[in-house]
């Protein structure tokens, strides 16, 4: 099944602490969490007025969150997409521990959108609109703009 991943995180030197991960499945299920365990005092002014005031809940300590995700998911072979995506990639796999750590069958990447839309010449995405900085928002998002890249795709294709 197909799978949206967004991450909010602490980007610092050496460092990229996870807030909260959104995910959006295929069949519509949805899930979000917020990370316990977040260090604020190494968060840019830019991360606390434009992404803590949007943390909504529930929040739990990273080995629970890891397997709330892991059970979200389940045991199948995910695919999975994200925006600009490579950050949010590496503070999700430590989530698990390293990427071999990974549950068996995961992928050891993430697709990106942005690579994508690059490959297809750049089409406007839709616009995001309110919610923007908020994991689960942001990965309903990724999923539009995935399926604006999948028309334009197949009507490449025609």
């Not at 949805?30 to 190494?42: L, N, R, T």
């Not at 629970?64 to 796999?93: H, K, N, S, T």
Request: hydrophobic residues 40%; charged residues 25%; negative net charge.
């Amino acid at each position: 099944m197909r799978y949206w991943l967004d991450t909010e995180f602490i980007e610092y030197p050496c460092t990229i602490d996870l807030i909260s991960v959104g995910l959006v499945a295929e069949d519509g299920q949805e899930f979000y969490a917020e990370s316990a365990e977040v260090d604020w005092s190494k968060a840019s002014p830019w991360v606390l007025d434009n992404v803590r005031p949007h943390l909504t809940g529930p929040v739990y300590d990273r080995t629970e969150l890891r397997d709330r995700i892991r059970e979200f998911i389940g045991p199948e072979r995910p695919e999975l997409w994200g925006y600009f995506c490579d950050y949010d990639w590496v503070a999700f796999c430590w989530l698990f521990g390293s990427m071999v750590d990974l549950p068996p069958g995961w992928p050891m990447y993430a697709m990106d959108i942005k690579q994508w839309a690059h490959a297809l010449g750049s089409p406007r995405l839709p616009e995001q609109g309110k919610g923007e900085h908020h994991a689960l928002a942001d990965a309903r998002w990724n999923r539009s703009a995935w399926q604006a890249l999948a028309a334009v795709s197949l009507g490449s294709r025609r």
